[in-house]
């Protein structure tokens, strides 16, 4: 057994004693949504410091914590707090949370993000949701030998994002105005952190993306290697650059995820209590 297959199986293992199993879905936050985990009943914190073979989240706006709990029926495990390529850490201990939750018999990952707007038709705090993405970050989670032991390497992406989970999420937001309306779009990874340059967004916006950030490609890459479906949402916390005026900042990223923060909890919520 590899080093890292052990971290996965040792994290899993310790996860399920303390929290149970039979969960939904697992969510994982982007920046500022700590909110998200706070609604869970009934809900089990687990600090990644104390899972065995866990990075730790380093950034402002990830808690570092695991929490286990229920949104009505549906039991979920929210990772609070996602690691990140630029922060150093290899693809497969950032996409570790994925291999983790697969192996807790977890069908349904939801992906989360803080995204830069680059369609002119969005505005900040728009909820967008991840139709499509380009991997831009120049480096695949799949790549080595420990990653062939999960899985095949050759895998299908013409359809990472569940096509009937965002016709849901449609529908009930159209019957909830509380949400508000939903975009739809195409998400653009880069390494990151420096944000990106008036050329680079000019070029994304060419080649049709419609929203930008850090995260994200990784993780769903590997949750099609482990066969679960996905769910992908953008929260749109700032026009990119030279799309919207001003400078950039992860004060306006955080304050903007705030903001929206109650009709994403409220989004998940409701496409998680429609889950059969």
Do not use: W
Request: aromatic share 8%; charged share 20%.
């Amino acid at each position: 057994m590899s080093g890292y297959r052990e971290r996965v199986e040792s994290a899993a293992a310790y996860i399920g004693e303390k929290a149970g199993s039979g969960f939904h879905a697992a969510i994982i936050l982007g920046s500022g949504l700590g909110k998200l985990a706070e609604e869970l009943e009934g809900k089990k914190i687990i600090p990644y410091s104390e899972i065995p073979g866990f990075p730790s989240s380093l950034i402002e706006g990830h808690r570092g914590e695991l929490v286990a709990g229920s949104f009505g029926e549906k039991r979920t495990l929210v990772y609070s707090g996602r690691f990140h390529y630029y922060q150093g850490y290899s693809l497969a201990e950032v996409t570790l949370p994925v291999r983790v939750a697969k192996r807790l018999g977890v069908p349904l990952l939801i992906v989360t993000n803080a995204s830069g707007g680059i369609n002119v038709s969005f505005k900040p705090g728009d909820i967008m949701l991840i139709s499509d993405h380009i991997n831009f970050m120049g480096i695949n989670p799949l790549i080595g030998g420990e990653a062939a032991i999960f899985g095949p390497l050759f895998i299908d992406m013409s359809q990472p994002y569940d096509h009937s989970l965002r016709e849901r999420a449609e529908e009930i937001a159209e019957k909830n105005g509380r949400i508000g309306e939903l975009k739809e779009g195409v998400y653009l990874a880069t390494i990151g952190p420096s944000y990106e340059t008036k050329a680079e967004i000019s070029f994304f916006n060419r080649i049709g993306v419609d929203a930008v950030g850090m995260s994200t490609v990784p993780e769903v890459i590997v949750a099609v290697q482990e066969g679960l479906r996905v769910f992908g949402i953008s929260v749109i916390t700032n026009m990119a650059c030279g799309i919207g005026e001003g400078a950039l900042s992860h004060e306006e990223v955080l304050s903007t995820m705030d903001r929206a923060s109650s009709r994403v909890i409220l989004l998940i919520r409701e496409v998680l209590r429609t889950l059969s």
